[in-house]
């Protein structure tokens, strides 16, 4: 199983002192958290897309670029690729360049994005949100796996002939999550394909993701990839954690009271009563995220949310040294117990490339 972090990349004011970061700032602090987050011995660093203020991580291969030539072992990821407004063309050439100066340690989250002016911005729809999504992905896949494609579709050019370059590591592409917050399409699209489906699991009640990762599990199955168990599932979750969780609540409300993205609404308390967001010790933790495999069964991949709200860098890096030293270590152990023998670990650019080797071409083939 697969931990790691995730990032939206905002600029936010930190509450308790009014001081706001630069973009350069805030870019520089992302990076610092990467390489902090191989140091501690996660597995993957994922960074979001945004297009808009106050975010700032509207290149992910860029920044994603320049951490791989400064780590050598952790899964550089997306948390969003957005899959509607970019070119399908773009994402096969950028992702594939990035999956070689990175040695294979890449991979990729698609999804619609959750900001609406974002699409005109790009020539595209909203309406057209899911559509896009499925053509758009479909192209992308052709461009991967084919070396010379013809191709015509609604939303872009017909291609004739078209070659991406360069071409997909080993030839085998980097593995792809499709996130979705609400849209079962998603979902469906996912386990059509054999690929991972990630939940974001973090402003619902996790009633709300069960239903979509069922709904994958079973179309997976459908579709005859393997067993519901099988499938590839990933989770998002939020985490601030101290010592003892007095001090830990003490300190984060004031950032939660405050976040663009939950801030002025329900209380701490009833937002972590109604969601996954923890806000305690390290060994509660543990107990919330261990308690997830209840509700979604076995998973393969487990990124928290931690840079967020206006939280200052020292006390994020304080946040990942207890997640590397004191949490995972025993989730690595605890959910490896829990493993059904039949469960297939998260794929990597390594397994991939073994399973075609093998002749297999289904993440859950093995």
Not at 300 to 329: C, N, S, W, Y
Request: proline letters at 7%; aromatic letters at 10%.
């Amino acid at each position: 199983m697969q931990f790691g972090i995730f990032t939206v990349g905002d600029v936010t004011t930190d509450p308790t002192n009014g001081t706001t970061p630069t973009e350069h700032e805030r870019i520089k602090a992302m990076t610092t958290i990467a390489l902090k987050a191989e140091e501690v011995g996660l597995d993957v660093f994922a960074t979001g897309e945004h297009h808009n203020p106050p975010f700032v991580p509207s290149s992910p291969t860029t920044m994603l670029g320049w951490i791989a030539a400064r780590t050598e072992r952790i899964i550089l990821s997306t948390a969003t690729t957005l899959i509607t407004t970019n070119d399908p063309v773009k994402i096969a050439e950028d992702y594939a360049m990035l999956q070689h100066l990175a040695d294979g340690r890449v991979d990729l989250m698609t999804g619609r994005g959750n900001t609406g002016p974002v699409y005109p911005w790009f020539g595209k729809d909203i309406r057209d949100g899911i559509s896009l999504a499925l053509e758009n992905y479909a192209l992308l896949r052709r461009l991967w796996r084919q070396d010379v494609v013809d191709w015509e579709g609604k939303f872009r050019t017909p291609l004739q002939g078209f070659t991406a370059t360069p071409r997909p590591l080993d030839g085998v592409p980097p593995f792809v999550w499709h996130g979705s917050i609400r849209s079962p399409e998603v979902a469906e699209q996912a386990a059509y394909y054999g690929d991972g489906f990630f939940a974001n699991n973090i402003f619902w009640p996790k009633e709300h993701f069960m239903r979509l990762i069922e709904l994958y599990r079973q179309r997976f199955a459908h579709y005859g990839l393997g067993t519901a168990e099988q499938a590839i599932v990933g989770l998002g979750g939020q985490v601030f954690m101290r010592k003892n969780s007095q001090d830990a609540v003490r300190e984060f409300r004031p950032y939660f009271d405050n976040a663009p993205v939950y801030g002025h609404g329900p209380s701490l308390e009833e937002f972590t009563e109604r969601t996954p967001l923890t806000v305690g010790s390290p060994q509660q933790v543990i107990e919330r995220t261990l308690s997830f495999r209840e509700s979604f069964g076995d998973y393969q991949r487990q990124l928290f949310l931690m840079d967020h709200a206006g939280l200052p860098l020292k006390t994020v890096l304080e946040q990942l040294d207890i997640l590397g030293e004191e949490v995972v270590p025993v989730l690595r152990r605890e959910f490896a117990a829990l493993r059904p023998a039949g469960v297939p670990d998260a794929p990597t650019h390594r397994s991939l490339v073994a399973r075609r080797d093998a002749g297999g071409d289904r993440p859950a083939a093995s």
